[in-house]
């Protein structure tokens, strides 16, 4: 498209000159950039990866990268009429046919003009006027707009049942169309009996049959529209409670992984997931029995005043006695409350049983744990039921008692309208007494259902106490999506590092002073337990409420965007979880933009390329959860892949090799050195002899450091460490490298 570049002849929207692919690309970038900027979130370049500088970045991938920053974006098609809507000065990344982009910072329609930014001019040039002809030369319809990450104070409030209420009001569109339905059908619902009323009192007693075909043709029609109307709003439920369920889905996973990782390790795995899960039935309830009563209140309003005009009395009748209904399950309601509670517990209590013998399937069948997991659950399974027996049972009083009241209401309305017939009171005839007995229980069934709404609300309510108790729990500190993105170079330095975890006594790590120089080599070593973990979570800002200063390049921790934190981090722990998907899926991990060739370059620094194309399908080798297809050292090759594809500046080893035998170690270690170029290392490991060549090791107890320096320096110098190296190397002299030793005794309080 040559002529494109012809359209800034008064000023530039895109690229001046014709200029290669790279430069149209680099165009697009920094425009996705500045709308970021604009949203006071600053996109760090190096997160996006392309498979070339040239390959036009599709607009999916830059949604993701602007997602995965913590903003709303979303990449759809507009026209020009559109264009000029957007008044409010946020601009909107226009994407050119040519792989470039512009900023549209402003639409004027009066004049029929939008304002378009050069992305690449300096931010303090004014945008140039552009009208739609010229435009169309160069856009095709296809933009991305970029926000704050909507309702973001939505997001934060406190999961509640007001809050879910809020969530459904969103849909105002439907909301309103479901009452005009609902007024309609509720029209629909009286009308035909005040008919029967007129054709009782008209038809049958002047014999009047013209106005009796004329009303069945009316009752003809109301049914066909009481269908349609009935069918249209089953639809608008139907779509309601699917958004309703995707917003909530979506939600609760995104506050799930803004949970901090103390929480996890805090609570079962089982019980999360299944108090998580509770949600479902709030929905339901939601856009269920809610709902309805909700719609029928509709008709009531409408229906009682109707009801009034045809006899006081017996409309008083019909009200006054689902009132008492209503007293009568209000009066259950403080006991149900509590049992409902138990039932929910104890529910919870056996989910988690489930769960967790599932997760820990292997551990139970290994040590023929079945029969302790069974008497267990057996256990759980008898506590529930007893509990839902007693609910039950509880439950059926108010139901009981209620139901003669119910008859009651229905045969007095006959009962009370034939004595008034009979004694001659002026508001009431035949007719009249068949309308009310046929709209009668319409009245009664809503507010009756309004008292179990109640008595249902008590048991959403617990589930959005126990979903509450989860997703309300301080979710990791706020700055995951602010705080400031620096290019790291992988400079370390602790400054009086102090960490305590919760509860308990002593400190994990105390007063740590030591730096590591950016690229070097750090190994870590100490007796089980003396925090050399601990040292790689706060790294990652797993855990953050130590005293003192860690500095990355000279920057404080906390003042770091966690997640671009973690993102320049790779990490490879002793056992590493490989995700249902391919190999290569695996190595990926979902990051963007990275290809196969990625994918084989990182294999082949892990030293997993060998044994990959030995697989029966290579890099599409299917993994199974748990991978049970690969062994201990093809599975830490493949997380070491896996950790090192995004070329991170600062690699953390914990225990990566403790569990693989002599020979996949060798293998491993061997490309460690490798691995180490322009990086810095932390390592982890019980084998001093895989710490030799490390340019220092911290030795650790009880997490105070006793000593630093270099293998040679400590084995003369620190008793701990020599002791640490004899006790594997007894063989041979101190001084020299040895093969793979026994590893160090677990265990030290
Ligand atoms: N999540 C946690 N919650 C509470 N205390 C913890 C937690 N993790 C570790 N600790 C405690 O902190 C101390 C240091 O643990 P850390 O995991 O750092 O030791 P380590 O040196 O890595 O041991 P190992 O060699 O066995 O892996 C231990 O006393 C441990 O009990
Ligand atoms: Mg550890």
Redesign the pocket.
């Known amino acids: 498209m040559s002529e494109e570049n012809g359209y800034g002849s008064e000023g530039s929207i895109g690229p001046d000159t014709v200029s290669d692919g790279a430069d149209l690309v680099e165009t697009r970038l920094r425009a996705v950039i500045a709308a970021a900027r604009y949203n006071g979130i600053e996109l760090d370049r190096r997160d996006f990866r392309q498979a070339s500088p040239e390959t036009v970045p599709p607009p999916a991938a830059l949604v993701e990268w602007l997602r995965g920053s913590g903003l709303w974006a979303k990449a759809t098609r507009l026209r020009w009429k559109d264009l000029l809507r957007f008044t409010d000065g946020a601009p909107v990344v226009l994407l050119f046919r040519d792989g470039s982009a512009g900023l549209l910072t402003q639409g004027e329609a009066q004049r029929n003009l939008v304002w378009i930014k050069d992305p690449r001019a300096a931010s303090a040039d004014a945008p140039v006027a552009v009208d739609e002809l010229r435009l169309s030369q160069v856009w095709g319809g296809e933009v991305l707009l970029v926000r704050r990450a909507r309702g973001a104070e939505q997001e934060d409030s406190p999961f509640t049942l007001g809050w879910l209420v809020r969530l459904v009001m969103q849909q105002r569109g439907i909301l309103r169309n479901l009452a005009f339905s609902s007024v309609a059908i509720s029209f629909l619902t009286i009308v035909p009996p005040l008919l029967v009323m007129v054709v009782v009192n008209q038809v049958v007693v002047h014999r009047n049959m013209s106005t009796l075909a004329m009303i069945s043709m009316i009752l003809a029609i109301a049914v066909v529209f009481e269908t349609l109307l009935t069918f249209a709003r089953r639809e608008l439920i139907l779509v309601l409670s699917a958004r309703v369920d995707t917003e909530l889905n979506l939600h609760v996973f995104n506050r799930l992984l803004a949970l901090p990782m ?1 929480f996890f ?1 805090r609570n079962q795995a089982g019980k999360t997931t299944y108090e998580v899960m509770q949600i479902t039935q709030i929905r339901e309830f939601i856009t269920g029995r809610m709902m309805a009563t909700g719609l029928d209140m509709v008709t009531l309003v409408i229906m009682i005043p109707v009801l009034f005009a045809i006899s006081s009395v017996l409309t008083w009748w019909v009200v006054g006695g689902s009132v008492v209904v209503a007293l009568i399950i209000m009066v259950f309601l403080p006991a149900l409350r509590v049992l409902t509670g138990k039932v929910l517990a104890a529910e919870s209590a056996k989910g988690s049983v489930m769960v967790e013998t599932v997760y820990g399937i292997r551990t139970v069948k290994s040590l023929a744990l079945e029969q302790a997991r069974k008497e267990l659950w057996d256990q759980k399974v008898a506590e529930a039921a007893e509990l839902r027996l007693k609910a039950g049972r509880l439950a059926r009083w108010p139901m009981a008692l209620s139901l003669p009241v119910e008859r009651f209401i229905e045969r007095g309305i006959l009962l009370i309208g034939a004595y008034m017939i009979l004694t001659g009171a002026t508001d009431v005839d035949v007719g009249a007494l068949i309308a009310f007995m046929l709209l009668g229980m319409r009245v009664a069934a809503p507010l009756i259902s309004m008292a179990h709404l109640v008595e249902e609300f008590e048991q959403v309510n617990a589930a959005v106490g126990i979903v509450g108790g989860v997703l309300n729990q301080p979710p990791e500190t706020r700055g995951v999506d602010n705080g400031l993105r620096p290019r790291f170079e992988g400079a370390l330095s602790f400054k009086d590092v102090t960490f305590t ?1 919760p ?2 006594r002593q400190p ?1 790590l105390d007063g740590l002073e030591f730096e590591v120089p950016a690229g070097s080599t750090l190994g870590l070593v ?1 007796r ?7 040292i790689t979570r706060l790294l990652q800002g797993i855990n953050r409420e130590y005293t003192g200063f860690i500095k990355i390049d000279g920057v404080d921790l906390r003042e770091i965007n966690l997640q671009h934190l973690r993102r320049s981090f790779g990490v490879v722990l002793q056992d590493n979880f490989l995700f249902r998907g391919s190999v290569r899926d695996n190595i990926i991990a979902n990051r963007p933009g990275l290809v196969l060739d990625d994918v084989v370059r990182a294999a082949r620094m892990a030293g997993a390329e060998e044994f990959i194309e030995r697989l029966p399908q290579g890099y599409d080798t299917w993994i199974e959860e748990g991978s049970p297809n690969l062994s201990g050292g093809q599975k830490q090759r493949l997380a070491i892949a896996r950790a090192i594809i995004s070329d991170p500046r600062i690699l953390i080893l914990d ?1 990566a090799t403790s569990a693989l035998d002599p020979e996949s170690e060798a293998l491993v270690n061997a490309n460690l050195a490798r691995l180490a170029v322009g990086r810095t290392m932390l390592v ?1 490991s ?1 084998r001093l002899s895989s710490l030799v060549d490390c340019d220092s090791i911290l030795v ?1 107890d009880r ?1 105070k450091m006793i000593d630093i320096g270099q293998h040679k320096v400590l084995v003369e110098r620190c008793a701990i460490y020599r002791q640490l190296w004899l006790q594997q190397n007894r063989h041979i002299d101190p001084q020299g490298r040895s093969a793979p030793g026994p590893v160090l005794a ?1 265990g030290d309080d």
């Not at 089980?528 to 601990?534: C, D, V």
């Open positions: 103390e390790e975890y509860l308990a994990a100490g089980s337990g003396s925090g050399k973990s601990t225990e982890v019980h650790l997490g677990q």
